[in-house]
T-cell receptor, first 111, second 114 residues
Framework: GNSVTQMEGPVTLSEEAFLTINCTYT??????LFWYVQYPGEGLQLLLK?????DKGSNKGFEATYRKETTSFHLEKGSVQVSDSAVYFC??????????FGAGTILRVKS | NAGVTQTPKFQVLKTGQSMTLQCAQD?????MSWYRQDPGMGLRLIHY???????DQGEVPNGYNVSRSTTEDFPLRLLSAAPSQTSVYFC?????????????FGEGSRLTVL
């Protein structure tokens, strides 16, 4: 079946550091790929998405590129802020809105 | 701008008790779903609905019932609570059904079963 694997956390960075959170997936077809973010005490929010190979999703300084050859969708940000501290979830969908989520990666940014 | 509203936010049950988690959305979304979030396991789909009167099972449906009598509401019923159902439950909705759109999540309901 479909699955998503994320790097284990927590990831702890200093403010203005470069962020990479790795995400790889297994799917039988050509899924859409997503990154969702969950701030403390809140529900998940869509951060960015990509629907086909080589697409780059971007939002709020975060970006991720859909790499079909490596089945990856790694999340990057050039300079993190304390306000980026949250849990980040990689997810895929092969059909409709039935998303399969990864386990989540906790990001902690220190000032 | 309410979005997706879940109640209650916190609940403690004893094994064998039943309860209903409520979910309502005011965005006229056709698609609604329930997920449970457990440490180290991400979110897993329990049940979903693509419109009023239509429901289907997700990855982990056992022990849960749903119904969709209106577009706005999608309650999740626990028939006989078990400690394994201790979790945080999220309701989510979206426009469209056949193409993946943005899921809008409620703030979650934390359930503890003793």
């Amino acid at each position: 079946g479909n699955s998503v694997t994320q790097m284990e956390g927590p990831v702890t960075l200093s403010e203005e550091a470069f962020l990479t959170i790795n995400c790889t997936y297994t799917a039988t077809g050509y899924p859409s790929l997503f990154w969702y973010v969950q701030y403390p005490g809140e529900g998940l929010q869509l951060l960015l998405k990509a629907t086909k190979a080589d697409d780059k999703g971007s939002n709020k300084g975060f970006e991720a590129t859909y790499r079909k050859e490596t089945t990856s969708f790694h999340l990057e940000k050039g300079s993190v802020q304390v306000s980026d501290s949250a849990v980040y979830f990689c997810a895929l969908s092969e059909y409709g809105n039935k998303l399969v989520f990864g386990a989540g990666t906790i990001l902690r940014v220190k000032s | 701008n309410a979005g997706v509203t879940q109640t209650p936010k916190f609940q403690v049950l004893k094994t064998g008790q039943s309860m209903t988690l409520q979910c309502a959305q005011d965005m006229n979304h056709e698609y609604m779903s329930w997920y449970r979030q457990d440490p180290g396991m991400g979110l897993r789909l329990i049940h979903y609905s693509v419109g009023a009167g239509i429901t289907d099972q997700g990855e982990v449906p056992n022990g849960y019932n749903v119904s969709r009598s209106t577009t706005e509401d999608f309650p999740l019923r626990l028939l006989s609570a078990a400690p394994s159902q201790t979790s945080v439950y999220f309701c989510a909705s979206s426009t469209g059904t056949s193409v993946a759109g943005e899921l809008f999540f409620g703030e979650g309901s934390r359930l503890t079963v003793l």
